[in-house]
């Protein structure tokens, strides 16, 4: 796997966690920093992809079914992590970074099951304890998970699912409690290829008796990671990267604790990729894997991208303008509706009409508005968005309201005439390593304030 080297980026250690980690988790809001970009281009030079919040907090989650160390490589300095890393904590993991992108998992076997409300309220991928905690101490006590802010995410498919393995819910004052002696394997079908259930009932399964079949399993890269870093544990996982994950309950006792590099992260790679196409030049994105992204990077070749994929990374060279296109997002291969704002920002400087279906979430429009501050000619309808593409943005203050938005403001103010001012900046530390720092190497006129 390549590392997406995070070494031009060196964090000095403090307490045990990275600097700049240390610094996004313990943002309060209220003294937010902003970030402050300037219309620029062209960029050019070599920007290295960090590894995928996306994966990292499903291993970091998934260490809880091993005692011992684990050890993971490629890790993104981002918020989440620490977030993600306290809850472990709570749980009776401990986490120590041993390196600016490595870090430790320590397992002695002593769990405690239960996901606080202050923790789990403040990430999503919380509810990825609740998989390997069950089927580790046959019980859960878990805060109904939160994360971002669009829409309701319900977690019916991962309850259903488990039930079908044996396990019993009860729903109280915002607590999720589950109990399950041992479960036991099931043949269940998604109606919907849900991540974050694939993910819970991959990881549940692990040791349950017998064999669990996941139909209509989700399919993205970070589950294959995940795929292959239970695989390696020692977990028996057939189908991997398919419609149908095969799980084969193993004795506890038969896996080990493993070193893993996390998968590099395909969305940060195409928020370098959507920069270098609104500010114009040529970008070499070291570590991106071309094959997570191959419908993307299809339709930005036609927005006019000239796109080169190699082993170990992705060149792109930016047209003079944009194309518009018509675009829906779909669970992967289809296009990610992480990717969505960023194809939104980039339609609002291309030439023509483009027509954005969200197929995933409902409410993921929110960002419209704030563009539209920028002078971006969008509008939406119910699960739509129509834009017509201007000459040029024009900067202004503007919020980040999740973390894709957040990029997706970065990505503007590249585009816009003048200075665009972003706050909600602790959205975009929860997932983007570093997004300043790499995009000013590359000659983009941002600061960090
Ligand atoms: N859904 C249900 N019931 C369920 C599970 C999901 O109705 O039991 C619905 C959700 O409400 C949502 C849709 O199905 O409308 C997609 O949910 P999914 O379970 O696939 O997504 P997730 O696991 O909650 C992950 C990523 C998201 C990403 C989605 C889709 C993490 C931590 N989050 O969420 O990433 O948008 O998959 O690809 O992995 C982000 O990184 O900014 C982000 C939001």
């Not at 000095?12 to 219309?39: K, T």
């Not at 193993?250 to 080990?256: A, D, G, M, Q, T």
């Amino acid at each position: 796997m390549v590392r997406g080297s995070s070494a031009d980026n060196v964090v000095p250690l403090r307490g045990g966690l990275p600097a700049s980690v240390a610094h996004a988790a313990a943002v309060d809001p209220l003294g937010d920093p902003r970030i402050v970009v300037r219309g620029s281009g062209p960029l050019s030079g070599r920007v290295h992809v960090p590894g995928a919040k996306n994966s990292v907090l499903k291993l970091m989650a998934a260490s809880i079914l091993c005692d011992g160390a684990t050890r993971l490589g490629n890790v993104p300095a981002i918020a989440d992590v620490s977030i993600m890393g306290e809850l472990l904590e709570a749980i009776g993991v401990t986490m120590t970074w041993s390196g600016a992108d490595a870090l430790q998992l320590d397992n002695t076997g002593r769990l405690t099951p239960v996901a606080p409300y202050e923790l789990v309220e403040r990430i999503r991928a919380s509810i990825n304890v609740l998989g390997p905690l069950l089927t580790r101490c046959g019980e859960v006590r878990l805060s109904m998970p939160g994360g971002d802010d669009f829409g309701a995410r319900p977690i019916d498919m991962h309850v259903s699912g488990l039930e079908q393995m044996g396990a019993t819910f009860r729903f109280e004052h915002g607590y999720v409690e589950a109990r399950a002696d041992r479960l036991h394997g099931a043949d269940i079908s998604f109606e919907f290829p849900s991540v974050g259930a694939t993910e819970n009932l991959m990881t549940a399964a692990v040791f349950a008796d017998g064999v669990t079949t996941i139909r209509n399993a989700a399919r993205e890269p970070e589950i294959i990671d995940l795929c292959e870093f239970l695989v390696s544990m020692g977990a028996r996982i057939e189908g991997i990267g398919t419609g149908t994950l095969q799980i084969t309950g193993v004795e506890r006792w038969s896996l080990r604790p493993v070193e893993h590099d996390t998968v590099t992260d395909r969305i940060q790679a195409a928020t370098y990729l959507a920069s270098c196409a609104v500010a114009g030049g040529e970008l070499d994105l070291v570590g991106a894997r071309g094959e997570h992204m191959q419908m993307l990077l299809h339709r930005f070749g036609d927005m006019g991208l000239d796109l080169e994929q190699y082993d170990g990374g992705v060149r792109v060279a930016a047209p003079d303008r944009l194309r518009s296109i018509d675009v829906a997002t779909l669970p992967y291969p289809g296009i990610a509706t992480d990717y969505k704002p960023l194809i939104i920002t980039m339609l609002s400087v291309a030439d023509g009409v483009g027509i954005v279906t969200e197929n995933l979430y409902p409410g993921r429009f929110r960002y419209v508005e704030e563009l539209q501050r920028l002078g971006a000619d969008v509008s939406t309808s119910g699960h739509h968005a129509v834009v017509r593409g201007v000459e040029r943005l024009s900067g202004a203050p503007v919020r980040a309201h999740d973390i894709r938005a957040g990029a997706a403001m970065v990505v503007a103010g590249l585009a816009a005439r003048g200075e665009t001012m972003i706050s909600g900046v602790h959205h975009i530390d929860r997932g983007y390593d570093d997004i300043v720092g790499r995009l000013a190497a590359v000659g983009a006129h941002i600061e960090r304030h």
